[in-house]
Nanobody, 114 residues
Framework: QVQLVESGGGLVQAGGSLRLSCAAS????????MGWYRQAPGKQRELAAI??????RYSDSVKGRFTISRDNAKNTVYLQMNSLKPEDTNVYYC?????????WGQGTQVTVSS
């Protein structure tokens, strides 16, 4: 059984910063891919950023403002979000991939006020 626990969401003014964390625990010791997706009400879940052994990938909408990193020893992935905009308001979901299995966190709300 794998659990992903996200933290760090909240309310911030436009131009501000937040740092999301996602800690994985359970029966899997390492994940091939870890990352963050986000979803607004009534919209499809979309990629924000992912990280694997080959590097990082960002959506165009967050590139240059968000930075993803991971601590493999802690099985934790982070998302540093700077220069936040109201359109970044979403529920942010952590994802971890091991083999062909995907694991998702419960989501953390990020709200950016204008």
């Amino acid at each position: 059984q794998v659990q992903l626990v996200e933290s760090g969401g909240g309310l911030v003014q436009a131009g501000g910063s937040l740092r999301l964390s996602c800690a994985a625990s359970g029966s899997i010791f390492s994940f091939r891919i870890m990352g963050w997706y986000r979803q607004a009400p009534g919209k499809q879940r979309e990629l924000a950023a992912i990280i694997d052994s080959g590097g990082t990938r960002y959506s165009d909408s967050v590139k240059g403002r968000f930075t993803i990193s991971r601590d493999n020893a802690k099985n934790t992935v982070y998302l540093q979000m700077n220069s936040l905009k109201p359109e970044d308001t979403n529920v942010y979901y952590c994802v971890a991939v091991a083999g062909t299995a995907e694991y998702w966190g419960q989501g953390t709300q990020v709200t950016v006020s204008s």
